[in-house]
């Protein structure tokens, strides 16, 4: 029912008890206030259980998984690290949205709230258990999460607890509705619990049982038999960006919403498929074989032309090649299936993993041990593929087979299968639109083709003839490679644009391709100022 004044009214009608006065506001704020409730339960219940997703994470998660590969693709381009916490907040956002629809509904029936948030349940649930891995205890927290959502709106919709008799309420003289009065008081009250009751359950419960702190110190507690690397000398040029990418500001790409958070002591790698001999290791075995060092520089395949998805650094770790050779690949196969933790795979060519080349299972970067945002405690790295298809971080099965078998995550979204790192450089001095002093102005910045090496880049001025510039030392092919020169500028607004050769003598074509479905192709320019 609603009276006069748009306020609704349901309940009993027999006159002993008070009637039901809720204002629209009071009800969206009811159903908010259950919404967040049942977010904060879920959290804790999510933290106690020590499982590694929300049912809100589930939800984003599956929500990149049924994204169109190129949407998603074109999304990380755009949003770079903060296309996670911006698709969270999204999710959130929703959460109350509809949460206030839900509180708002009960005022047409009693079961239409319930309902609402039913429907959000089952979509949690849905989430939750199609994540890779999923057991059924993901769902516990998307069933203590609903009971809380349903109970709160009852306790925020519903009839005062004591109810006075009408004729013990006082006479207002103003004409004020007693009931009403005394029924926001009381919702106030319930509502400022509530929200109390959340927040404390939410803070408190995700404090208790956080896997990932764990998981850091033990991280904190290792103490590898590997060293930092030291940068060649000759690498570093002068005025560019650090030739070793420090772990802090290395790019981050994958599909995790929440950090897997690996224990180191349950960690295993699992080889197996078309192999003689199936093999299981733990982390202490795998650190029980040589260890390797190199630099390795890692590209993303949604690095467009001039981007940063690229970085280099120390990598140690146990050369999968010999891994491999100990399981002993059976003819046929010319693949690996890599799957991670949190069920992410791609599918690398065989012969990348096992030729002459430093394909490693790494444990540390730049001579830590590997951060948890980088695959902590083991990740692929493999030179001269881009990460889609080679770099698994927290990988735990290795699955040889072919690739006329497999399915791979980025594949089933249009990427090619094969993911070869394309040739490319970039200009990092001077920044686009920045202004220098006309005369020589000093250019520089990065080339990379790795495991196959670059041999000349080249820059021009407004289109001018193509001058060589200088590069820097490099250890191996794998590795990028710094470049500088100078260029005469007059005062103006200019052009430059740049140019790699790689060792096989392939030298970058202008052609502008797009990053789907194998790399992007043309060449990086910059429009400065000097004067
Ligand atoms: N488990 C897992 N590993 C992954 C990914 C992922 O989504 N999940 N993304 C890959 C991609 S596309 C790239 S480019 C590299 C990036 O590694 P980085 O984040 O350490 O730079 O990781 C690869 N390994
Ligand atoms: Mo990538």
Redesign the pocket.
């Given at each position: 029912m609603r009276d006069d004044r748009g306020v609704t009214t349901t309940g009993t009608t027999t006159g002993t008890s008070s009637p039901r006065v809720r204002s629209r506001p009071e009800l969206a704020l009811a159903g908010v206030l259950a919404g967040t409730a049942g977010l904060a339960v879920s959290l804790a219940v999510t933290s106690l259980l020590r499982l590694r997703l929300t049912p809100a994470n589930a939800v984003a998660e599956a929500v990149i998984e049924l994204t169109p590969g190129k949407v998603a693709l074109e999304l990380?381009h755009l949003l770079g690290r903060w296309d996670k916490p911006l698709l969270l907040a999204g999710v959130l956002v929703g959460l109350v949205v509809l949460s206030a629809a839900a509180g708002l509904l009960t005022a047409r029936s009693r079961w239409l709230g319930p309902g609402l948030f039913l429907a959000m349940a089952v979509i949690a649930a849905a989430a939750a258990l199609t994540r890779p891995g999923a057991a059924p205890a993901d769902v516990v927290p998307v069933v203590a999460g609903f009971v809380t959502w349903v109970g709160v709106l009852s306790f925020l919709t519903g009839p005062p607890q004591i109810s006075a008799p009408r004729d013990r309420v006082p006479f207002r003289p103003d004409g004020a509705e007693p009931d009403g009065t005394r029924g926001r008081r009381e919702f106030l009250l319930r509502a400022g619990a509530v929200a109390v009751g959340s927040l404390v359950v939410g803070i408190g419960g995700s404090l208790l049982g956080r896997k990932r702190r764990e998981v850091e110190a033990a991280r904190a507690r290792l103490d590898l038999p590997v060293s930092r690397g030291a940068v060649p000398s000759g690498a570093q040029l002068d005025g560019l960006d650090p030739w070793r990418v420090p772990n802090g500001e290395?790019?981050?790409?994958?599909?995790?919403v929440v950090v897997?958070a690996v224990d180191v002591d349950a960690w295993r790698l699992r080889i197996h498929g078309m192999v003689e001999r199936e093999l299981t290791v733990s982390f202490q075995e795998l650190l029980d074989r040589q260890l390797t060092e190199a630099w390795v520089t890692?590209?993303?395949?949604?690095?467009p032309v001039g981007g940063d998805?690229v970085?280099n650094a120390w990598w140690s770790g146990v050369r999968v090649a010999d891994l491999l050779a100990e399981a002993r690949p059976l003819p046929g196969a010319d693949a690996v299936l890599?799957?991670?933790?949190?069920?992410?795979t791609?599918g690398t060519p065989l012969g990348a993993l096992t030729d002459d080349r430093d394909s490693l299972l790494a444990v540390a970067?730049n001579g830590a041990p590997?951060?948890l945002?980088?695959?902590f405690p083991v990740?692929?790295v493999v030179p001269g593929l881009?990460?889609?298809?080679?770099?698994?971080?927290?990988?735990v099965d290795l699955e040889v087979s072919r690739f006329d078998r497999i399915d791979a995550?980025?594949t089933q979204r249009g990427w090619a299968e094969q993911g070869p790192v394309r040739t490319q450089s970039r200009i990092d001095v001077p920044r686009g639109n920045h202004r220098v002093m006309a005369g020589e102005v000093r250019v520089g910045g990065v080339a990379w083709a790795q495991h196959t090496g670059i041999d000349k880049v080249e820059v021009r001025l407004d289109g001018g003839p193509w001058t060589e510039v200088e590069l820097g030392r490099v250890p191996s092919t794998d590795t990028w490679v710094q470049w500088a020169g100078t260029v005469e500028a007059e005062a103006g607004v200019h052009t430059l644009a740049v140019r790699a050769t790689d060792a096989s003598g392939y030298e970058q074509t202008a052609v502008e391709r797009d990053v789907v479905p194998d790399g992007a192709t043309g060449w990086h320019t910059v429009e400065f100022t000097a004067e």
């Amino acid at each position: 029912m609603r009276d006069d004044r748009g306020v609704t009214t349901t309940g009993t009608t027999t006159g002993t008890s008070s009637p039901r006065v809720r204002s629209r506001p009071e009800l969206a704020l009811a159903g908010v206030l259950a919404g967040t409730a049942g977010l904060a339960v879920s959290l804790a219940v999510t933290s106690l259980l020590r499982l590694r997703l929300t049912p809100a994470n589930a939800v984003a998660e599956a929500v990149i998984e049924l994204t169109p590969g190129k949407v998603a693709l074109e999304l990380v381009h755009l949003l770079g690290r903060w296309d996670k916490p911006l698709l969270l907040a999204g999710v959130l956002v929703g959460l109350v949205v509809l949460s206030a629809a839900a509180g708002l509904l009960t005022a047409r029936s009693r079961w239409l709230g319930p309902g609402l948030f039913l429907a959000m349940a089952v979509i949690a649930a849905a989430a939750a258990l199609t994540r890779p891995g999923a057991a059924p205890a993901d769902v516990v927290p998307v069933v203590a999460g609903f009971v809380t959502w349903v109970g709160v709106l009852s306790f925020l919709t519903g009839p005062p607890q004591i109810s006075a008799p009408r004729d013990r309420v006082p006479f207002r003289p103003d004409g004020a509705e007693p009931d009403g009065t005394r029924g926001r008081r009381e919702f106030l009250l319930r509502a400022g619990a509530v929200a109390v009751g959340s927040l404390v359950v939410g803070i408190g419960g995700s404090l208790l049982g956080r896997k990932r702190r764990e998981v850091e110190a033990a991280r904190a507690r290792l103490d590898l038999p590997v060293s930092r690397g030291a940068v060649p000398s000759g690498a570093q040029l002068d005025g560019l960006d650090p030739w070793r990418v420090p772990n802090g500001e290395f790019y981050r790409i994958d599909t995790a919403v929440v950090v897997p958070a690996v224990d180191v002591d349950a960690w295993r790698l699992r080889i197996h498929g078309m192999v003689e001999r199936e093999l299981t290791v733990s982390f202490q075995e795998l650190l029980d074989r040589q260890l390797t060092e190199a630099w390795v520089t890692l590209c993303c395949v949604s690095n467009p032309v001039g981007g940063d998805l690229v970085g280099n650094a120390w990598w140690s770790g146990v050369r999968v090649a010999d891994l491999l050779a100990e399981a002993r690949p059976l003819p046929g196969a010319d693949a690996v299936l890599q799957r991670s933790e949190d069920g992410w795979t791609c599918g690398t060519p065989l012969g990348a993993l096992t030729d002459d080349r430093d394909s490693l299972l790494a444990v540390a970067m730049n001579g830590a041990p590997l951060p948890l945002e980088h695959g902590f405690p083991v990740r692929m790295v493999v030179p001269g593929l881009y990460g889609y298809v080679s770099a698994t971080k927290w990988v735990v099965d290795l699955e040889v087979s072919r690739f006329d078998r497999i399915d791979a995550f980025w594949t089933q979204r249009g990427w090619a299968e094969q993911g070869p790192v394309r040739t490319q450089s970039r200009i990092d001095v001077p920044r686009g639109n920045h202004r220098v002093m006309a005369g020589e102005v000093r250019v520089g910045g990065v080339a990379w083709a790795q495991h196959t090496g670059i041999d000349k880049v080249e820059v021009r001025l407004d289109g001018g003839p193509w001058t060589e510039v200088e590069l820097g030392r490099v250890p191996s092919t794998d590795t990028w490679v710094q470049w500088a020169g100078t260029v005469e500028a007059e005062a103006g607004v200019h052009t430059l644009a740049v140019r790699a050769t790689d060792a096989s003598g392939y030298e970058q074509t202008a052609v502008e391709r797009d990053v789907v479905p194998d790399g992007a192709t043309g060449w990086h320019t910059v429009e400065f100022t000097a004067e």
